[in-house]
Structure formats: structure tokens, C-alpha cells
């Protein structure tokens, strides 16, 4: 006799259960720093797919959104979670119980961000026999190394440098693989077209790589009109050299000359916090430095700001803005932008249209371009509505999220 209670079990399952959502898994490393919330945006925005975050620790100052999905960490399932961590990392070797974790969940398939996280991820596709799709944002398209900074395939030269140059290891690994990992990804997605040829400078191939914006859910992020905005200029972002904070400042002691009332307003935190800070107190007035702050002290400064700047530049070491879902929040919020035309900048700030931007490096042409903004309200007023309109179009996730779930049913056949 058929068992059709059975049968409809198995299919439950095999569809993400009652839901019909389709069970997946995402993976990054740690799980989750805290300037990564477009991952969590990506994820809650799906409708078809049901997420599972994975990892091999969790961070602990992360952006804490992560409930939804809920989430594996290889850390717990290890009597020595750091030489677990490393085995993993090194060789794909799991605890058994991690591995019969994530079988348990049926998933279809795993999606990692970042092309680190993609060699990592790649172990769990193989020992579960699923698809792996991998993200770039940005470094992780351009990076590159000369032959004497790579790892090798010497063990003990890997022992070696693994001790030596435990900060920059995984990176340096990461850069043999990368081929490897382009071979073995079911799928390739580009956060810009400035991240899509990278990848293909590198030598991925151009019938694996879709470029997809992430996009942003518009409902958190639309400004109150009834409060008036203040000669603010205002950064959020992580203080690296990428971020190009250094170059604001030095912009707005240019601009100070000339409207000494215009405040910086810098949130966020990194290693160059404190350089930073002393640069400040040496040449410009006004600035406050806020550390990292929740969604809602980000959202309250976009709406008193008049512009926003966060001038990315690329670094010696290639890190380059993959795109920046932090321009698209601006611009929702009804904010211009000042930035350097780097990157894949240019594809989420219409140039002359919802913001200006200037030649990569040129400090004075970015203090210029912030002191005629700053002194215009008319033309502050037509492109804080034009970049409204722009991320309407283009980087709303509601519209955004169903094409990648169109990416998932590809994979999947």
C-alpha cells in the first residue's frame, strides 16, 4: 500500500516544508559584521527560498539580524573550536555532528559572499553534493598578488607562513584558488559591472558571471520633510583607507575657509580611527567622530545632513567599492552625494544628476564639488529628488530579490 502521508512528507521537505519555500543555506565566515547589512537584507527580502545563515563563528559586535533564518556555527560543534577552524579552513574538515547539522536541513544550495568565504563554502557543497554560488563585492574580484607574496603549495612553507603572516594568510590562499573556485561555482554574481570585469580580468568565465544589485528595502529608509536639514556633511562607513575619511577631511578644511559653520558628522569605527581623529583636531572644525550606530542614529543623521560623502577610493592592494549599498541608502533618503567617481560608485550615484562626483585622488576638485552643493539648496532639492527616483528604479530589493531567486531556479535547474 502506498504510504501517502510519507510521500507527502518527503515533498514537504524537499520544498522547504508547509511554507513551500525552498531551503538554502548562506555562508560568511563570521557571521556578521556589523557594515554588512545587505546580507541579511538580501535574505529576509526572499520569498521562495528559506535562508540559513552558516559560518564558522559568530562576530561579536555583528549587525545582529540574523534571527529569521537562524544560523550553524562550526565553532559549536567543536571540542577545540580553533583548531577546528583552521582544519576547516586549511583542508574542509567538519565535525561530524557540523556536517549532519547542515545535511538535516535538506538544502538545495549554498550562497557565500565574498570570494574568501567562497573557497570555505566550497568544502560544505561538496561534502552535501550541492550547488555553491558565490558573491563578489569588491577586493575579492581585484585582489592580487606578486608570485613572492603568494602561499605555495609547500606545506611546510604554508606552516611557515601561516604563523608568520596569520592577518593576510586566508587572503594570500584565496588568490591560488580563486581559479579553482571560479571552476567549481555553480554560479558567479557581481554586486556591479565594475565587479564583473574585474572577475573576468581575472579569468572567470564570462557565461558563469551575472551582475546583480542587491538593492535596499525602501520602507526603512524615506525621509521625514517636516525636519530641517542642517550644513552637515555626513560618512558612514568603515574608517579604511578604501573609505577615503582622510580625503573628506582634508576636503572640509578646504571648505571651512569659506563656510565655517558646515559640520562633518563621521560614523562608523576601523583601524585608521585614531590617525583620523588626530587629522581632525590638526586642521578641521566641527567633526564629530560617533562610532559605529544602530540603523535607526544612521537613518536619523541622513535626514538632518544636506549631503553625504564617503569618497571610496581604490587602494594599492586593488580593494575597490564593488558599489556601495550605503549611496543607495543616502539617495532614499533624499540625500546627495559628493564622492569620487571610483569603482562601481558610478552605477548607484547617477553623476550630475543625484550627486556629483570628481576624478578619483583629487582632494580639491571633491572640497569644490562639496562647497557648490553645500551652497546651493535649489540644486540640493532637485537631486535629492532625482536620486529618490533613481533607487525607486534600480535598487529597490523588493524588485531586485526576485531576480536572484530567478538565479537560484537556474542553478537548480
Not at 149 to 167: D, E, K, M, S, T
Not at 197 to 211: D, F, M, N, R, S
Amino acid at each position: 500500500m502506498v504510504d501517502l502521508v510519507s510521500i507527502g512528507n518527503r515533498r514537504r521537505k524537499q520544498e522547504g516544508g508547509p511554507s513551500g519555500r525552498s531551503p538554502i543555506l548562506v555562508y560568511r565566515d563570521r557571521l556578521l559584521p556589523y557594515s554588512e547589512t545587505f546580507i541579511p537584507a538580501q535574505v529576509n527580502a526572499l520569498s521562495r527560498y528559506q535562508a540559513h545563515y552558516v559560518g564558522t563563528s559568530q562576530e561579536a559586535k555583528g549587525c545582529g539580524t540574523m534571527a529569521e533564518g537562524g544560523f550553524s556555527l562550526l565553532e559549536h560543534h567543536a571540542k577545540w573550536p580553533q583548531l577546528s577552524k583552521t582544519a576547516f579552513r586549511l583542508a574542509g574538515l567538519m565535525p561530524g555532528s557540523f556536517r549532519r547539522e547542515l545535511q538535516g536541513r535538506s538544502p538545495r544550495l549554498i550562497h557565500a559572499h565574498f570570494g574568501p568565504d567562497g573557497v570555505f563554502a566550497g568544502a560544505i557543497a561538496r561534502q552535501l553534493q550541492i550547488p555553491l554560488i558565490v558573491t563578489f563585492h569588491g577586493y575579492d574580484a581585484a585582489l592580487k598578488l606578486s608570485p613572492e607574496h603568494l602561499v605555495g603549495p609547500n606545506p611546510i612553507a604554508q606552516a611557515h607562513q601561516f604563523l608568520r603572516h596569520r592577518g593576510t594568510f586566508y587572503k594570500r590562499r584565496y588568490v591560488e584558488q580563486r581559479q579553482q573556485l571560479f571552476a567549481e561555482a555553480a554560479q558567479v554574481i557581481a554586486v556591479s559591472d565594475c565587479i564583473r570585469e574585474h572577475l573576468l580580468a581575472q579569468g572567470c568565465p564570462e557565461e558563469k558571471v551575472q551582475i546583480h544589485y542587491i538593492g535596499i528595502d525602501r520602507s526603512q529608509f524615506e525621509p521625514d520633510p517636516a525636519i530641517q536639514r542642517q550644513p552637515i556633511v555626513l560618512f558612514v562607513g568603515r574608517l579604511v583607507e578604501k573609505k577615503g575619511c582622510g580625503q573628506l577631511l582634508q576636503a572640509m578644511a578646504d571648505v571651512q575657509k569659506h563656510q565655517p559653520g558646515v559640520k562633518t558628522i563621521i560614523i562608523g569605527d576601523g583601524p585608521l580611527r585614531g590617525q583620523l581623529e588626530q587629522q581632525a583636531q590638526r586642521s578641521v572644525e566641527r567633526v564629530e567622530f560617533l562610532g559605529v550606530q544602530p540603523a535607526a542614529v544612521v537613518r536619523h543623521w541622513m535626514n538632518q545632513a544636506q549631503l553625504f560623502c564617503v569618497p571610496s577610493q581604490r587602494t594599492a592592494q586593488q580593494d575597490v567599492e564593488g558599489l556601495g549599498m550605503v549611496f543607495a541608502e543616502a539617495q532614499a533618503m533624499g540625500l546627495p552625494v559628493v564622492s569620487f567617481a571610483s569603482g562601481g560608485v558610478p552605477e548607484v550615484v547617477d553623476p550630475g544628476v543625484t550627486g556629483l562626483l570628481v576624478p578619483e585622488g583629487d582632494g580639491a576638485a571633491l572640497g569644490q564639488a562639496l562647497h557648490c552643493l553645500l551652497g546651493d539648496g535649489a540644486l540640493r532639492e532637485k537631486m535629492a529628488i532625482a536620486g529618490q527616483r533613481h533607487i525607486a528604479q534600480r535598487f529597490d530589493i523588493a524588485k531586485n530579490t526576485p531576480l536572484l531567486e530567478a538565479i537560484y531556479d537556474r542553478v537548480l535547474g
